[in-house]
């Protein structure tokens, strides 16, 4: 069973940041305490070093156990660590170690520089999330693309269909650079809330697409994922523009 898409719209990308922020703080602290540990899927673009930036204001962020919570990403761009391209090098560069997470808890896509290949990426990071356990995450955060990309999932790129793996090679990806990582679909239908923050008037289109009834993940790849206890579009009004 999974929740229907609920739309929160916010007057402006700062707010939008900055409540999605102090909402990911509450989810963090009732994570813990209902199931001990809480896991949560970071994204990259826009909106994942925003809210990680506004994360830093937050003042009930206290109330998070730093020890008992582990970050991973949605996605990755295939480049050497501390590449400026890369997701978590922008997340980093949005705040990140200001939480004072355990290095060991921030767990990091392997680049060209230490694996062989995507794939070997892909394989090693799918493994390092089966040996933690986790059931399913706490949150996902994902950015939507102008496409209706989430994550590293485009529309009709064969990495969609992948099944029976929680993480995949993507090549040829139609935003640069063209080699990823990202986690499939079948990984993230493992979430107790899936969230999409979404900011701007060139996402309007993809956000409608997404939302219409019966849209398909293949064309439309927002249109897929849903959380178990929550389905949010955080949204600020420029990207809600194109809601009916
Ligand atoms: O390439 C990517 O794009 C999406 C969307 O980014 P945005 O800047 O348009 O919000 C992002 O969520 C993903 O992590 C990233 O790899």
Not at 18 to 32: E, K, M, P
Not at 132 to 147: A, E, K, N, R, Y
Not at 149 to 158: D, R, Y
Not at 232 to 242: F, I, K, Q, R, T
Request: charged fraction near 20%; aromatic fraction near 6%.
């Amino acid at each position: 069973m999974t929740a229907a898409p609920r739309v929160v719209v916010h007057p402006s990308k700062q707010i939008l940041a900055d409540a999605a922020a102090a909402r990911l703080v509450g989810a963090i602290v009732d994570a813990q305490a209902e199931r001990g540990v809480a896991h949560v899927a970071l994204t990259g673009g826009s909106m994942g070093s925003a809210i990680i930036a506004s994360l830093a204001a937050v003042p009930g962020r206290l109330a998070i156990d730093p020890t008992r919570l582990h970050l991973w990403w949605g996605d990755e761009r295939y480049l050497p660590a501390g590449d400026a391209d890369r997701n978590d090098t922008q997340n980093d560069e949005a705040g990140l170690a200001s939480f004072g997470i355990p290095a060991e808890h921030v767990h990091r896509v392997a680049g060209p520089d230490s694996s062989e290949s995507p794939e070997a990426s892909a394989l090693a990071y799918g493994e390092a999330i089966r040996e933690h356990g986790q059931g399913s995450w706490d949150v996902v955060l994902f950015g939507v693309g102008p496409d209706g990309h989430v994550a590293s999932l485009f529309p009709h790129h064969p990495a969609q269909r992948i099944t029976d793996a929680i993480a995949v090679a993507v090549h040829d990806s139609p935003k640069p650079p063209p080699d990823r990582v990202s986690l499939t679909f079948e990984c993230f239908e493992r979430s107790h809330q899936v969230w999409f923050l979404v900011s701007g008037a060139d996402k309007a289109e993809a956000v409608a697409a997404a939302l219409a009834p019966g849209a398909d993940r293949w064309d439309v790849p927002a249109a897929g994922p849903r959380g178990s206890d929550a389905t949010l579009w955080l949204v600020d009004a420029d990207a809600a523009s194109g809601i009916g």
